[in-house]
């Protein structure tokens, strides 16, 4: 089956050398014409990206697609359309699904169902430990040889330091990275909120930033002494964005995310008692949120990852305590982060693209320039589309999104996945 | 006003307000047939998800004194323990037609996501270490009683103990302060939340350096668990610390009042009996109760006009 052609015409292209006004065409999977606008270009489908930016398509590291175990909430295909509708063409499934991707048999299932649902690429991460338990080593090499190169044990921290040091030096030779949900959790035990002034007048239990903070150091310590590559997860105080700094002024290998929610929210929205805001690492201050915004700005931060975390309504309906943490990212990113961090179309689509491409080792299709004979994995863009965000018409199965009613501005227009538009006009395809 | 869950919620006004309107509900208490109409007609149903027989008789005689039915869900044999959702066991009792939820809950803001999902009004009887709004009135009531003032300025009221865990500690801060008293908090710092700078309190670890000086002397229940939690490092050091002793009584002003909100926990916080108080409002606490949701529940749900009328 061949794919019909596509034209996107009218748009500006976004490359690592600059921006330039071009069609782009794209035919067998591939872009073949980055052209001069009003180059003659035939194609079988013509699709309007007049006031775009036209990217490499956006990678998401961190995405709970739930599949297999929680289906309920989203499965692999509502997840990934969920992600090409927020212009993603790569997402990493974290591994705490049910049974855990802690073997090859649920690594290739996750993946495989990714294929079927055909509407970006399925990245399985595998756990660091098994049952992400934090007692043994998974089997990581055997991950490794099965294509896995993010490793992880998100939701969980790896507690132990010795087991993590081994994890470490026994990750170093396979060429994949180890990703670190930071959290002490003797720390933030029954912990519901950000530790603040908010949960003194609430009393909730409060999650300090130090139980990130410790973590992220030990961490940081460990890469040193190891060698081995390190991804930081979804960081959210002031301090992790100081201690990652120096981490890299040292030249250590270590790579680092943020999520939009922690860019955009703050503690004092648990005041409304709304389930909706309860998400782990907890939302911070407006301290915190600037820190992490410099952090992006000045490269500290690698990339923005959505922490995408569906559930199902009922469990959004408990109380705060009760209540699992999570909520949506993968719709709303671009219009969440674009108008907050105010960055050149460049920079913009090194955060939601090109880093974490390359964190996640799918750099050879995602995150490339757009130029004749690379993958056609693309995003279209458009910076000044002002937009607000209707859970009921979200993709994702579940609707638990922070920002129901909320004005954001950026929005995807067209997703090509493998030179198909899984997108048109902010519609999915299929 | 339409729900009370939080002292917050209140106007200085209105928290006045409900003390004068308390002022008449004791008058009805002292008729020989304590029992006006004020609420025939209207349904109050209890929801306590945690128990407490003393708060929800309470609310169940005031709410009977003023002639509305009651309605008393036993969570422990409902079908919340058979899956159904908190939403849902609130839908289909709304549907029944109730006109006021009193609700108690282990977990932190229920009564707000409640209110959410029904036309009811909602009284907060207690949601986790957050609020209890009704006890702080019984407080502030229970004083005024004794003060015949109707604002606490110029008071100092000490609050002893685990202000960390204590939903009384946070309504009486809001409501003392309110009324205009002073307040210092009286604890280890292992049993005070992060930030209580920002609610205007001092705050310090030496009872003994402030027994001269108080107008109350509040003290908190605290539970052996907070031992193993490691907030203190056993309870007969914290007796020792924060505990009422004969020797810090005697110690005490002459006309200082001396509070619980009950259950006490005898040899902790209080090592002495308190009928060997001069100065205990611990009975009258109990008794401004049922006066106090008397007149919270007339507020939320009378017309206004019934309150001299025999039943």
């Known amino acids: 089956m061949s794919a019909a052609s596509v ?16 069609d782009v065409r794209v035919e067998g999977g591939l872009v073949t014409d980055v052209a001069a606008p009003g180059t003659r270009l035939v194609a079988d489908v013509v699709l309007d990206a007049a006031g775009c930016m036209v990217s490499s398509g956006f990678v998401d590291l961190h995405a709970h697609l739930r599949e297999p175990g929680k289906e309920e909430a989203e499965t692999i295909e509502t997840g990934s359309r969920a ?40 990245v399985p991460s595998g756990c660091i430990t098994t049952g992400r338990r934090g007692e043994s080593l998974a089997p990581l090499a055997e991950l490794a040889a099965a294509g896995v190169r993010l490793f992880t044990d998100d939701g969980n921290g790896v507690q132990d330091p010795m087991l993590m040091r081994r994890a470490l030096e026994y990750a170093r030779g396979l060429g994949v990275t180890l990703a670190q949900h930071c959290e002490v959790a003797d720390l933030t035990r029954g ?29 940081v310590e460990l890469v040193r002494l190891t060698g081995a590559t390190m991804h930081f997860l979804h960081l959210s105080t002031a301090r992790s964005v100081e201690l990652v700094r120096a981490a890299k002024r040292d030249g250590l290998p270590v790579t680092a995310e943020v999520t939009p929610h922690h860019l955009s929210l703050t503690d004092d929205l648990l005041a409304t008692y709304d389930p909706v805001y309860k998400v782990n690492p907890p939302l911070r201050s407006r301290a915190d949120i600037s820190a992490l915004a410099a952090g992006v700005r000045d490269g500290t931060i690698d990339a923005i990852a959505t922490d995408h975390a569906p559930h199902p309504r009922r469990d959004k309906e408990l109380a705060l305590d009760a209540a699992p943490p999570g909520m949506l990212g993968l ?16 920079d913009l689509v090194r955060v939601m693209s090109w880093n974490p491409a390359r964190i996640a080792r799918v750099d050879a299709r995602h995150g490339r320039d757009v130029a004749p004979g690379e993958p056609a994995n693309l995003a279209v863009f458009d910076l000044g589309a002002s937009w607000a ?42 | 006003m339409r729900h009370l869950r939080s002292i917050r919620e209140l106007g200085g006004e209105d928290l006045v307000g409900l003390l004068r309107l308390t002022d008449h509900m004791t008058e009805i208490n002292q008729r020989p047939v304590p029992r006006v109409p004020a609420l025939r ?27 509305a039915d009651t309605m008393t869900f036993n969570v422990s044999t409902s079908s919340v323990n058979k899956g159904e959702s908190l ?12 006109d006021c939820f ?18 009811a009004s909602v009284v907060n009887a207690g949601d986790g270490a957050h609020q209890h709004p009704t006890q702080a009135l019984v407080d502030c009531y229970t004083i005024r009683e004794r003060t015949h003032a109707e604002r606490m300025d110029g008071m100092h009221v000490a609050i002893v103990g685990d202000i960390k865990h204590s939903r009384v500690a946070r309504s009486n801060v809001d409501a003392f302060g309110m009324l205009g008293a002073r307040v210092t908090l009286v604890a280890p710092p292992t049993l005070l939340p992060p930030d209580v700078a920002h609610w205007g309190v001092a705050t310090t670890q030496d009872l003994d350096g402030l027994l001269g000086e108080v107008d109350v002397l509040y003290m908190l229940r605290l539970q052996s668990e907070r031992m193993a939690q490691g907030h203190v490092p056993s309870l007969r050091e914290y007796s020792e610390q924060y505990g009422l002793t004969r020797t810090r009584v005697d110690r005490l002003r002459g006309d200082a009042m001396v509070m619980h909100p009950g259950p006490m926990n005898r040899g902790v916080e209080m090592q002495i009996d308190p009928s060997d108080l001069k100065n205990s409002m611990i009975h009258r606490q109990v008794a401004n109760g049922v006066s106090v949701r008397m007149a919270v529940l007339f507020d939320l749900l009378g017309a206004g006009s019934h309150l001299g009328g025999q039943a």
């Open chain 2, 87 to 98: 939403r849902d066991t609130i839908a289909t009792i709304t549907d029944m037609g109730v």
């Open chain 1, 331 to 346: 719709e709303t990113s671009l219009g969440v982060v674009a108008p907050r961090l105010g960055l050149e179309p460049r």
């Open chain 2, 41 to 67: 007609g209207r349904t109050v149903a209890s929801l306590f998800f945690e128990d407490s027989t003393r708060t929800r008789l309470s609310f169940e005689t005031a709410a009977k004194r003023l002639s």
């Open chain 1, 83 to 122: 992600g090409a509708i927020g212009g993603y063409t790569a997402l990493v499934a974290m591994p705490n699904t049910d049974p855990a991707q802690d073997s090859v048999a649920v690594v290739d299932f996750v993946r495989e169902q990714g294929k079927r649902a055909g509407l970006a690429e399925v």
């Open chain 1, 191 to 219: 912990a519901v909120m950000n530790e603040c002034a908010c949960c003194t007048d609430l009393g909730l239990p409060g999650w300090p930033a130090l139980a990130e903070e410790l973590m992220v150091y030990r961490d």
């Open chain 1, 7 to 22: 034209l996107l015409r009218g748009g500006t292209v976004v490359n690592r050398d600059g921006e330039r006004a071009a």
């Open chain 2, 102 to 119: 009193v609700v108690r809950h282990r977990s932190v803001g229920v009564p707000w996501q409640i209110s959410d999902w029904t036309t």
């Open chain 1, 389 to 430: 965000v209707d859970p009921g018409r979200l993709a994702s199965k579940s609707t638990n999104t922070p920002y129901a009613g909320v004005a954001l501005t950026g929005r995807v227009r067209h997703t090509l996945y493998a030179g198909v538009p899984t997108v048109r006009d902010g519609v999915a395809t299929r």
